[in-house]
C-alpha cells in the first residue's frame, strides 16, 4: 500500500520505506535495550512506515488499511524522534509534515489527527478492499 501510493503520489522524490528515526543508530538501540524491533520506541528510536524528502519539506508517513488512535500516536513520536536523528540533521529546520495514509477512518482517529494538524490520505486501491473485507467481513461503504 505505503510504496504504491508513494510511487504515484511522489515519483522523483527521494523516499525510504521503514525509516529508522531516533536519537540512538538503529544497532545501539536495538543492542542496548536488548528487546524486539516491535517495541522500539520507547527505547531511543522507531520505524516510520516511509520517510519522503521535497526540496523545502521532509514527510513522515504511517499507512494503516484501518486507522485509529495508536497510529496517530505513532506518527507523533516519529515527528519528535526525527528531530532527534543525526542522519536527518540538515533537515531539522525544514517543514516536516506529519501523514497518515489509510483505506478506512475510525473517525476518532482522524479527528485527533485533524486537532494536531497532520495530513490525512485515504487510498483504497482494489487489493485494500478485498483485505479490509476479508478482515472484516463486510462490504466496504454498505
Not at 82 to 90: A, I, L, T
Request: glycine share 10%; aromatic share 12%.
Amino acid at each position: 500500500m505505503t510504496s504504491e501510493w508513494l510511487e504515484k503520489a511522489y515519483p522523483g522524490h527521494w523516499r525510504k520505506i521503514r525509516a529508522w528515526v531516533g536519537p540512538l543508530e538503529e544497532n545501539v538501540a536495538l543492542a542496548r535495550a536488548g528487546v524486539t524491533p516491535r517495541v522500539m520506541m520507547p527505547f531511543g528510536g522507531g520505524w516510520a512506515d516511509a520517510i519522503v524528502k521535497g526540496p523545502t519539506w521532509t514527510r513522515i508517513i504511517e499507512a494503516t488499511v484501518t486507522l485509529d488512535t495508536r497510529h496517530v500516536g505513532a506518527l507523533e513520536g516519529y515527528l519528535d524522534l526525527f528531530r532527534r536523528c543525526p542522519e536527518y540533521r540538515d533537515r531539522w529546520d525544514m517543514e516536516l509534515i506529519g501523514t497518515l495514509l489509510y483505506g478506512y477512518p475510525r473517525t476518532i482517529a482522524v479527528e485527533m489527527a485533524q486537532r494536531k494538524g497532520f495530513e490525512l490520505v485515504q487510498y483504497q486501491p482494489a487489493f485494500v478492499r478485498a483485505y479490509y473485507h476479508e478482515r472484516v467481513g463486510a462490504v466496504p461503504g454498505r
